[in-house]
């Protein structure tokens, strides 16, 4: 009796690394592989490295948000102070931060004072946007009390201002050095409203990492803040930090409800919601371009198939008489093209994983050798080409890959099962 051989024998992987393996004279399909793995390969490198420079540049850009600002905002709604005026400012601000913190998942509450005034230094103007903060809850703002981006110290913030990188570059100043803060809106006389003026020291520089936040923030102390912009005994808004910066959405309800009567929440989300879908669409988009890429490098495997059965035609012939099975012959030429899917698509990953691992040297020489300027942190807000690799990502593209890879190779196997062992032989 004789015994049926099982699927993908070891014979079958010899007779497809047989084919793998053909010199020119038998008709250069060993330079089809080898365009089809390179083909492969870069499809594969530009599909992970476009995913781990969205990862990372999202990821960034969230992170400069939660790392520089509040979670959540609680505001009031317009009303009328003691002199008539209509105002959204917060008047009990103390009891009101109080019930805030006792929300579940709430870290830290701040009252800000902010206002946008002009700053003037050597000669040189700035629109600045300031925020009146005390020094406890500025040293609680990661992105800004970073000791490694920072300049100065922050225990020396009670006599002075702090100030982003950008405006320190916009007025050509540094620590110790004195600015002139100027309001429109300053003391009221018998001639009008006269601007207010009034220096202030420098006592830290710090760097958010966004380019539109270190352009134009000042941070000055509550107090301080309160006298200047005429804001005595109330507070412009509260600033709300969660353990999860991600679900904010989450905490509004209970922020709002403890912050009571007149209160409007705001999240980052409804502050950057519209860059964020704009962001995760054109994720979506690269993806399907990408993967379009990867189909068309895949689709190299096909035309290298099709000339190997062509080739091997009086081959498949001989194996059929000895015995081959249909099943058999399509599992060597399934071998062949799957072969080549696997191998590009693991030098591929390989790439992808370096390029994402060392890129930041990787943009510095591309830098030096266009000779400067190619990002632009004006525009993309951020200093830095980042990139996050992520295993998910890294798992998709070669779960895309590796599916192509498949899918195409089946038809072309098929062709060469179905071949005919008569016909093949009928000229030999």
Not at 345 to 373: K, M, R
Not at 377 to 387: D, E, F, T, V, W
Request: with cysteine; charged share 20%; hydrophobic share 50%.
């Amino acid at each position: 009796m004789t015994r049926t051989p099982p699927p993908f024998a070891p014979f079958e992987w010899m007779i497809a690394w047989r084919y793998l393996r053909a010199k020119r004279a038998e008709g250069g399909v060993s330079v089809m592989t080898w365009i089809s793995l390179i083909g492969i390969t870069l499809a594969v490198f530009a599909l992970i490295a476009t995913l781990a420079v969205r990862s990372g540049f999202r990821a960034e850009f969230v992170d400069t948000i939660v790392g520089s600002n509040a979670h959540l905002t609680v505001y009031h709604v317009q009303h009328q102070n003691e002199a008539g005026q209509m105002v959204r400012t917060l008047p009990d601000y103390e009891a009101t931060a109080e019930r805030v913190r006792g929300v579940e998942g709430v870290v830290r509450v701040a009252p800000l004072v902010k206002g946008q005034v002009m700053a003037n230094a050597n000669g040189n103007n700035a629109g600045i946007e300031v925020h009146g903060i005390a020094p406890d809850d500025l040293r609680q703002i990661p992105r800004i009390a970073d000791p490694e981006t920072g300049v100065g110290s922050l225990d020396d913030f009670g006599a002075g201002i702090a100030i982003g990188s950008g405006v320190a570059q916009l007025l050509g100043v540094g620590l110790g050095d004195s600015v002139k803060v100027i309001s429109p809106n300053g003391v009221k006389t018998a001639f009008g409203v006269s601007p207010r003026v009034k220096s202030y020291d420098v006592t830290y520089i710090f760097s958010a990492g966004r380019y539109d936040i270190d352009r134009v923030r000042v941070y000055m102390p509550f107090e301080e803040a309160q006298l200047y912009f005429n804001r005595e005994d109330v507070a412009d808004e509260l600033e709300v930090i969660v353990d999860d910066p991600e679900a904010a959405e989450r905490y509004a309800s209970a922020v709002g409800q403890a912050a009571g009567p007149g209160a409007i929440i705001w999240t980052w989300q409804d502050a950057s919601g519209g860059f964020l879908r704009a962001l995760e669409i054109e994720d979506n988009v690269m993806f399907v371009i990408l993967s379009v890429l990867v189909l068309i490098a895949t689709m190299n495997i096909v035309s290298g198939l099709i000339m190997l059965v062509k080739n091997k035609g009086r081959d498949i012939g001989i194996l059929r008489t000895m015995g081959l099975t249909e099943g058999s012959v399509l599992r060597v030429f399934f071998i062949c093209g799957s072969f080549t899917g696997l191998f590009g698509t693991l030098f591929g990953v390989i790439l992808g994983c370096l390029f994402a691992i060392y890129i930041d040297p990787i943009f510095a020489a591309v830098n030096y050798l266009s000779g400067g300027g190619v990002w632009d942190p004006s525009i993309r807000g951020i200093y830095a080409l980042p990139a996050k690799l992520q295993a998910g990502d890294v798992l998709s593209a070669v779960a895309l890959s590796l599916g192509l890879s498949f899918i195409v190779t089946i038809f072309p196997a098929r062709r060469a099962a179905r071949m005919n062992p008569v016909e093949a032989l009928r000229y030999e």
